[in-house]
């Protein structure tokens, strides 16, 4: 063994390992492991050793306790690690529950904003972000309920008055309706339009009209108990519905009140307006028990007053409804037959008596149907008060200029032909335009168009009838005598022509009143250098009379009733062939 250590210590002079088998103290034999090192100058070997064995269980020992340290500190790490985790989760769902409280307010914050207006209670959130969010979305919530307070009101009121607009005071008498019915009593509907506001438009503008709607509508709502309700339909149309109506005198009370508040006159813009309203009024359960049976019958009820002479009142009566589908379906059949061109114009002869010569005519309008001739005193107040006489009436000058230059060309040549005017017709912005338009386009002259206008149309719209004289257009002053013509009116307004109403000549041969107010007429005529004729003549006695009393003009059965165009160019060459004394005449 030593001489194997000295070869192991000369061959690796820094030293190194040997392992060899020695006997332990126990007696046991093992192997041992050694280092030799040598020290050459001294000739000595120094070597240490231990057995493999006692290294291995060393090794063992320390791996043992190596890896208890290891599973420890693992352990410790897991549970560490578990307990962190548990904590993160602690605190998530804490964090989750007052995250989810918020966000469950601001939900209800949400979906109660529009109906209730609800607020965030801020003391009630948790996080600071959040109550300052909530800050943010409850001044978020008060625009949105300005906004939705705004649509609504928008939506159930009318935009010029402000009052309550046609759905919502429909559903405001459906309530009623219900509530009466379980009380089994009693409410009136009132149905208020305003007389002639369409004139107003016409004369003075939308605007003015407007103002005068705004100031209705404040007269109304003044005039009313708190119970009662208004609303605007449109237009210049209103509803009232009352409270509970004891009795039906209590309605006529109402009626009464809401018309005094038309006698003191509007102020719009610098100008007095005198407006009056007609107005209707249905009772429930009397008269119906739906809306909308109350409103059709109330609707009835205020055309009755219209008819009634306008300013008034008037209740449902049965008979009313028969009336009001008369009135419908005639206003549909007027809008046919302008649509399909069904109207036509027959001719009266205007015949100097003197000469016995046609000099003039007057176109009357005529509707023929299957059913017969429909007279112009039962068709032509439905077309006014429709505004329908507007599409017709320009027709019918259209049509008269057309007819004058076919006769002109056929060898007849009247003097002039009268056409009848509505004051409907003459409040058209664009009247003068149309009938400069027809003169035009037709090449009649404007001499030989003759427009036969009222009292009020000639009062009412001097300025507009001037421009028309002043072009050469013939007026004549229709129904003389039966209005409240003031003589001072009468020097200064164009005119060409009066016209004697036929109430005066009727009884003309027997009543000295009515000579008398013939020979004033004439004799004013005379005076002020203006055509007379007298219309509705049909008996020999009254034709003798105007004769003895030198009328110039005379019109009526007693020549002949209204013409077609061919028929009355046949009877006018009879009676005007020599051109030239009628000519003279004018």
Same mark, same amino acid.
């Given at each position: 063994?030593?001489?194997?250590?000295?070869?192991?210590?000369?061959?690796?002079?820094?030293?190194?390992?040997?392992?060899?088998?020695?006997?332990?103290?126990?007696?046991?034999?093992?192997?041992?492991?050694?280092?030799?090192?040598?020290?050459?100058?001294?000739?000595?070997?120094?070597?240490?050793?231990?057995?493999?064995?006692?290294?291995?269980?060393?090794? &063992?020992?320390?791996?043992?306790?190596? &890896?208890?340290?290891?599973?420890?500190?693992?352990?410790?790490?897991?549970?560490?690690?578990?307990?962190?985790?548990?904590? =993160?989760?602690?605190?998530?769902?804490?964090?989750?529950?007052?995250?989810?409280?918020?966000?469950?307010?601001?939900?209800?914050?949400?979906?109660?904003?529009?109906?209730?207006?609800?607020?965030?209670?801020?003391?009630?959130?948790?996080?600071?972000?959040?109550?300052?969010?909530?800050?943010?979305?409850?001044?978020?919530?008060?625009?949105?309920?300005?906004?939705?307070?705004?649509?609504?009101?928008?939506?159930?009121?009318?935009?010029?008055?402000?009052?309550?607009?046609?759905?919502?005071?429909?559903?405001?008498?459906?309530?009623?309706?219900?509530?009466?019915?379980?009380?089994? &009593?009693?409410?009136?509907?009132?149905?208020?339009?305003?007389?002639?506001?369409?004139?107003?438009?016409?004369?003075?503008?939308?605007?003015?009209?407007?103002?005068?709607?705004?100031?209705?509508?404040?007269?109304?709502? +003044?005039?009313?108990?708190?119970?009662?309700?208004?609303?605007?339909? +449109?237009?210049?149309?209103?509803?009232?519905?009352?409270?509970?109506?004891?009795?039906?005198?209590?309605?006529?009370?109402? &009626?009464?009140?809401?018309?005094?508040?038309?006698?003191?006159?509007?102020?719009?813009?610098?100008?007095?307006?005198?407006?009056?309203?007609?107005?209707?009024?249905?009772?429930?359960?009397?008269?119906?028990?739906?809306?909308?049976?109350?409103?059709?019958?109330?609707?009835?009820?205020?055309?009755?007053?219209?008819?009634?002479?306008?300013?008034?009142?008037?209740?449902?009566?049965?008979?009313?409804?028969?009336?009001?589908?008369?009135?419908?379906?005639?206003?549909?059949?007027?809008?046919?037959?302008?649509?399909?061109?069904?109207?036509?114009?027959?001719?009266?002869?205007?015949?100097?008596?003197?000469?016995?010569?046609?000099?003039?005519?007057?176109?009357?309008?005529?509707?023929?149907?299957?059913?017969?001739?429909?007279?112009?005193?039962?068709?032509?107040?439905?077309?006014?008060?429709?505004?329908?006489?507007?599409?017709?009436?320009?027709?019918?000058?259209?049509?008269?200029?057309?007819?004058?230059?076919?006769?002109?060309?056929?060898?007849?040549?009247?003097?002039?032909?009268?056409?009848?005017?509505?004051?409907?017709?003459?409040?058209?912005?664009?009247? =003068?335009?149309?009938?400069?338009?027809?003169?035009?386009?037709?090449?009649?002259?404007?001499?030989?168009?003759?427009?036969?206008?009222?009292?009020?149309?000639?009062?009412?719209?001097?300025?507009?009838?001037?421009?028309?004289?002043?072009?050469?257009?013939?007026?004549?002053?229709?129904?003389?005598?039966? +209005?409240?013509?003031?003589?001072?009116?009468?020097?200064?307004?164009?005119?060409?022509?009066?016209?004697?109403?036929?109430?005066?000549?009727?009884?003309?041969?027997?009543?000295?009143?009515?000579?008398?107010?013939?020979?004033?007429?004439?004799?004013?005529?005379?005076?002020?250098?203006?055509?007379?004729?007298?219309?509705?003549?049909?008996?020999?006695?009254?034709?003798?009379?105007?004769?003895?009393?030198?009328?110039?003009?005379?019109?009526?059965?007693?020549?002949?009733?209204?013409?077609?165009?061919?028929?009355?160019?046949?009877?006018?060459?009879?009676?005007?062939?020599?051109?030239?004394?009628?000519?003279?005449?004018?």
């Amino acid at each position: 063994m030593v001489q194997d250590s000295v070869k192991l210590v000369n061959k690796y002079p820094d030293g190194g390992f040997y392992s060899y088998f020695w006997e332990k103290p126990d007696g046991d034999i093992a192997e041992k492991i050694a280092f030799m090192v040598g020290i050459d100058e001294w000739q000595v070997y120094i070597g240490t050793g231990a057995y493999l064995d006692t290294i291995d269980a060393e090794i &063992a020992r320390r791996s043992a306790e190596f &890896a208890s340290k290891v599973n420890t500190r693992v352990q410790t790490a897991i549970l560490i690690l578990l307990t962190a985790t548990l904590l =993160i989760l602690l605190s998530a769902y804490f964090f989750s529950r007052r995250l989810q409280h918020n966000l469950m307010l601001f939900q209800h914050a949400f979906n109660d904003a529009v109906e209730n207006g609800i607020h965030l209670n801020k003391d009630s959130i948790f996080f600071n972000e959040f109550k300052q969010l909530a800050g943010s979305v409850n001044r978020m919530i008060d625009r949105l309920n300005r906004q939705t307070s705004i649509l609504r009101h928008t939506a159930q009121h009318d935009a010029l008055t402000d009052l309550p607009n046609r759905l919502t005071g429909n559903d405001h008498l459906e309530t009623m309706l219900q509530t009466v019915a379980e009380h089994n &009593a009693s409410l009136a509907l009132f149905f208020i339009d305003l007389d002639n506001f369409k004139e107003v438009n016409d004369t003075l503008g939308h605007s003015a009209g407007d103002q005068l709607l705004r100031q209705v509508a404040e007269r109304l709502q +003044g005039t009313l108990r708190e119970e009662d309700h208004l609303a605007r339909l +449109g237009g210049d149309e209103f509803t009232i519905v009352t409270g509970f109506m004891p009795d039906k005198d209590d309605a006529v009370t109402i &009626a009464q009140k809401l018309l005094d508040c038309f006698t003191a006159p509007f102020t719009v813009g610098e100008q007095q307006i005198f407006a009056g309203a007609s107005i209707g009024i249905a009772i429930y359960p009397e008269h119906g028990h739906s809306s909308e049976l109350l409103l059709r019958n109330a609707d009835a009820a205020m055309y009755q007053a219209k008819r009634n002479g306008k300013n008034a009142f008037a209740f449902y009566d049965s008979h009313l409804t028969v009336n009001l589908q008369h009135r419908i379906n005639m206003i549909d059949s007027l809008r046919r037959a302008i649509d399909n061109q069904e109207f036509c114009l027959h001719y009266q002869p205007q015949v100097c008596v003197k000469r016995s010569l046609t000099v003039s005519c007057e176109a009357l309008i005529r509707w023929p149907r299957e059913q017969g001739w429909i007279s112009p005193a039962d068709f032509i107040p439905y077309a006014e008060s429709s505004g329908l006489i507007n599409p017709i009436g320009r027709w019918v000058i259209r049509e008269a200029c057309e007819q004058w230059v076919r006769w002109r060309d056929q060898g007849l040549s009247l003097r002039a032909i009268a056409v009848n005017i509505s004051c409907h017709q003459l409040q058209e912005p664009d009247f =003068i335009d149309h009938i400069v338009n027809c003169l035009t386009e037709t090449g009649c002259p404007a001499q030989a168009l003759e427009l036969e206008v009222t009292e009020s149309a000639l009062l009412d719209t001097p300025e507009k009838l001037t421009r028309l004289y002043n072009m050469g257009i013939r007026l004549a002053l229709d129904d003389f005598g039966t +209005g409240y013509s003031s003589l001072s009116y009468l020097k200064q307004l164009p005119l060409n022509k009066i016209k004697i109403d036929r109430s005066f000549i009727d009884h003309i041969a027997h009543d000295v009143n009515d000579l008398a107010i013939t020979r004033a007429i004439l004799t004013l005529g005379k005076s002020l250098k203006l055509e007379v004729i007298a219309e509705g003549v049909e008996e020999n006695q009254q034709l003798d009379v105007l004769r003895d009393e030198q009328c110039p003009l005379i019109q009526g059965f007693i020549f002949s009733p209204a013409l077609a165009a061919d028929d009355f160019f046949e009877y006018a060459m009879r009676h005007g062939k020599n051109e030239d004394r009628i000519t003279r005449m004018g």
